[in-house]
Nanobody
């Protein structure tokens, strides 16, 4: 089970840190990914991180602004979001995957968490 938290309302240019807490499985067996879905839009990949946190991936739209990290001792993945823009407004989800190399393909992930809403005002 994965549970995302940390969303909220923030002004453009502000920051938020999302957390994805895992339970019920061996956390460091899995790649963890963050995805988001804005109203009326398809779910898109944001970032993902390898089992050992050595490899990370970012969508072009968030590169340089977002940072993903993981703490395997705490079974948690974080997404630090800086310089937020109104177009970052979405429900953010975390999910797990057994892929060998991190990649942002939603179909490769399962155990989607409930999601946390991020709203960025202009």
């Amino acid at each position: 089970q994965l549970q995302a938290s940390g969303g909220g309302l923030v002004q453009a240019g502000g920051s938020l840190r999302l957390s994805c807490a895992a339970s019920g499985f061996t956390f460091d067996d899995y790649v963890i990914g963050w995805f988001r879905q804005a109203p009326g839009q398809e779910r898109e990949g944001v970032s993902c991180i390898s089992r050992s946190d050595r490899d990370t991936y970012y969508a072009d739209s968030v590169k340089g602004r977002f940072t993903i990290s993981r703490d395997n001792a705490k079974n948690t993945v974080y997404l630090q979001m800086n310089s937020l823009k109104p177009e970052d407004t979405a429900v953010y989800y975390c999910a797990r995957s057994l892929v060998a190399v991190p990649q942002q393909v939603a179909g490769l992930y399962n155990s989607w968490g409930q999601g946390t809403l991020v709203t960025v005002s202009s």
